[in-house]
Every structure is written in C-alpha cells, then in structure tokens.
C-alpha cells in the first residue's frame, strides 16, 4: 500500500521555525519529485515547495522563498520542509505529495500520491 506521512506541525508563534517531514513508503518515493502543498479553509490547495528526485532541483512559492527549504534523504524516503520566520498567513493544513516524475512539478495534478496533511498553526 501506498503512504505518505507527516509530521512536525503544531502551535506555533510568529518568527518561530517549523520543520515538516514525510515519509514515504518505498516504492511511492523512488524516482519521484516531491512537493510540499498547504491549504485553508475555503482556498484551494497550493504549492508551496518542490524538490526533484536528485535534490539538485527546487521550486518555491514567492510567498516563502526565503524563509523555507524543502530538502530530501533518499536513503530515509523522507522529505522536509524547514519553515523559518513564519507568519499567521503561514496557517494551514500542510500536505505531502509525490509527482509522477522525477523533475519538478508545479501543477497539482501532476501530483499522484498525497500524504493525510499536517496542521500548522502560527500565532501572532
């Protein structure tokens, strides 16, 4: 069976640092990108990070750039994503999710396996 699972969210202040993870089960990770998704009530869910399958590749949403870095441990099937100086606008379920590829995608539905999210939650 196919898994995907986060952890790391919680409560938060405004400024703190975060870091997510997700594991993978084996053969989801293997030769895939992967991305970091949030969303919120009512929006639609974005991308917030992207990695390639070598790590030499990423992406990040204008909204975090600077502030997180998504990583990967291919020898772990984990991928991360450190969250510094984080802001109330940061609040959101944070999702997991592996591409059908091995380079960067940016599209949601280029993604096919997600992870059960992560609620993240960042205090003024």
């Known amino acids: 069976q196919v898994q995907l699972v986060e952890s790391g969210g919680g409560l938060v202040q405004a400024g703190d640092s975060l870091r997510l993870s997700c594991v993978a089960s084996g053969r989801t990770f293997v030769g895939r990108a992967m991305g970091w998704f949030r969303q919120t009530p009512g929006k639609e869910r974005e991308l917030v990070a992207a990695?390639?399958?070598?790590?030499?590749?990423?992406y990040y949403a204008d909204s975090v750039k600077g502030r997180f870095t998504i990583s990967r441990d291919n020898a772990k099937n984990t991928v991360y994503l450190q969250m510094s100086s984080l802001k109330p606008e940061d609040t959101a379920v944070y999702y997991c999710?592996?591409?059908?590829?091995?380079?960067?995608?940016?599209?949601?539905?280029?993604?096919?396996?997600w992870g059960q999210g992560t609620h993240v939650t960042v205090s003024s």
């Open positions: 999710a592996a591409a059908g590829s091995l380079g960067v995608r940016t599209r949601l539905n280029d993604y096919e396996y």
């Open positions: 990695i390639s399958w070598t790590g030499g590749s990423t």
